[in-house]
Nanobody
Framework: VQLQASGGGLVQAGGSLRLSCAASGRTFRTYTMGWFRQAPGNEREFVAGISWSGSRTSYADSVKGRFTISRDSAKTTVYLQMNSLKPEDTAVYYC???????????????????WGQGTQVTVSS
């Protein structure tokens, strides 16, 4: 599967952005999807994940209540709606796909086999 992330940009603190991750590949709709982020000098960290059906989601504590992950009905695009953005949300955001078909949503980057190219999100104070 090939992933293409978009939607990043520069926004003031308190603002919103919506990231999109478009996927190609016939079996994408069966994949668990995740969003990760990586700030300079930091490791890549889990932000949010969604099951293939869309019925289950998982969020990092730092974004709960502010970010929402979703996927469209055709299951070809995954979104990350980011509200109430903070300067500490500044990072390169990556979407990722896990094709193993497990029921749980992986939290580790190592468990995702396919990655998009990343999109920069910068939140100014």
């Amino acid at each position: 599967v090939q992933l293409q992330a978009s939607g990043g940009g520069l926004v003031q603190a308190g603002g919103s952005l919506r990231l999109s991750c478009a996927a190609s590949g016939r079996t994408f709709r069966t994949y668990t999807m995740g969003w990760f982020r990586q700030a300079p000098g930091n490791e890549r960290e889990f932000v949010a994940g969604i099951s293939w059906s869309g019925s289950r989601t998982s969020y990092a504590d730092s974004v709960k209540g502010r970010f929402t992950i979703s996927r469209d009905s055709a299951k070809t695009t995954v979104y990350l709606q980011m509200n109430s953005l903070k300067p500490e949300d500044t990072a390169v955001y990556y979407c990722a796909a896990d094709s193993r078909g497990f029921a749980s949503i992986p939290l580790s980057a190592a468990q995702y086999g396919s990655w998009g190219q990343g999109t920069q999100v910068t939140v100014s104070s």
